[in-house]
């Protein structure tokens, strides 16, 4: 079965750094377009990184230069560095394939990351 696990969100002060990962089951991580997409209160789910299968990477312009997305081949996994986080950082975190969700309608739980002023 399918299944993405989110993990290492917490509490954290503006400025900030902050790890949030990924566990991958029931297929191959890196066979796939993955992102890490967030939701803050009230509002829509964005993409803020994505990783294609040959590596490159992408970034929305709120996160560029503050977050690196990365993957770990042997463990199945991708992980989220997040650094110089702001308060408008804060939402519940989640990856997922891309541009569609790994089944329809499915999302793993998600991992909350609050950025306090």
């Known amino acids: 079965q399918v299944q993405l696990v989110e993990s290492g969100g917490g509490l954290v002060q503006a400025g900030g750094s902050l790890n949030v990962s990924c566990a991958a089951s029931?297929?191959?991580?890196?066979?796939?377009?993955m992102g890490w997409y967030r939701q803050a209160p009230g509002k829509q789910r964005e993409l803020v990184a994505r990783?294609?299968?040959?590596?490159?990477?992408n970034y929305a312009d709120s996160v560029k230069g503050r977050f690196t997305i990365s993957r770990d081949r042997a463990k199945n996994m991708m992980t989220l560095h997040m650094s110089a986080l702001k308060p408008e950082d804060t939402a519940v975190y989640y990856c997922?394939?891309?541009?569609?969700?790994?089944?329809?309608?499915?999302w793993g739980q998600g991992t909350q990351v609050t950025v306090s002023s």
């Open positions: 990783i294609v299968s040959n590596g490159i990477t």
């Open positions: 029931g297929f191959v991580l890196i066979h796939n377009v």
């Open positions: 997922n394939t891309w541009p569609r969700p790994l089944r329809p309608g499915y």
